[in-house]
């Protein structure tokens, strides 16, 4: 039987449609209407490599610091103030009383400078000893190296008054343990700056590495001068307060930088 126009027309428009997705016309960009909606179409592009500027946890991580050190740091003027008024004499019964408003905002400190420290650490991580973890999630790995440093000073803080307790009694202890809060205080608000040049301006390592020892060596000097005015001053023993620091100092700083390789070392893919 013999096909009417419109037939034909159909007839040419079904068998067009059945080409163009078999592929026929596809080399030609004005014909291949189907093929170019199709998922198969084109190449995968190269994956952006991870940057750290790049990490938004990090990026709210720092901006948050930013925020709580410009409003907790003005509530602690008056702290801070009387802090360097006093930190080099020996200590008086009216000086060693905090509000507990103020204990809790040092806390807060003390927690920011855990989070800059693990983001540091885990900068240093993922440019010296591996990009690839056993977690996916990058950020996961940044809150776990923050833990590491909060287990690390709670456990250093209970030796310290342990001993004190044994050793110096509760107030000296408490004093002590004070002023090593007051010491972290500075030392976030000094990482801070040194964080933000790692991870935005490309500080480098070895830079970073010297600037990070100056901020340790400042702290631990502080701390060596505060024990000793605290506990070893009126006694004039100098050789015991150099072995009180470097059992409750020194030494368990050694070891958390043990626990920290073993732990990184259980965090990376071993290939």
Known sequence: MDL???????????????????????KDSLLCTTQAHSSN?????NPIPYSVRNDNTITFILLICFCLIIILGTRLNKYISWQFKFFFSAP??????????????LMVFVAM????????SYILTIEKITTSFIIDSNALVVFLLSALFIGY?????????????????????IHYIKAQLFIMVCS???????????????LSLEKAAFLFCFVLFLNK???????????????GLYFQNILYFCALEITPLF?????????????KVNF
Not at 92 to 104: A, F, G, L, M, Q
């Open 4 to 26: 009417t126009p419109s037939d034909t027309t159909g007839t040419i428009g079904v068998n067009l449609y059945d080409y163009l997705n078999q592929g026929y016309f596809s």
């Open 41 to 45: 179409f084109g190449m995968a592009g």
């Open 92 to 105: 008086r019964k009216s000086t060693t009383s905090e509000t507990s408003t103020e204990i809790r905002i």
């Open 113 to 120: 400078l855990c989070l800059l420290l693990g983001i540091d």
């Open 153 to 173: 000073f709670c456990a250093k803080w209970l030796i310290q008054f342990l001993v004190g307790m044994v050793f110096f009694g509760g107030k000296k202890t």
């Open 188 to 202: 976030c608000i000094l990482l801070y700056p040194l964080v933000m040049l790692q991870v935005y301006f490309d």
């Open 221 to 235: 000097i502080l701390a060596f001068y505060k024990s000793w005015l605290i506990f070893f001053k009126q006694k």
């Open 255 to 267: 070891a958390f930088c043990g626990m920290w390789l073993m732990i990184v070392n259980i965090l």
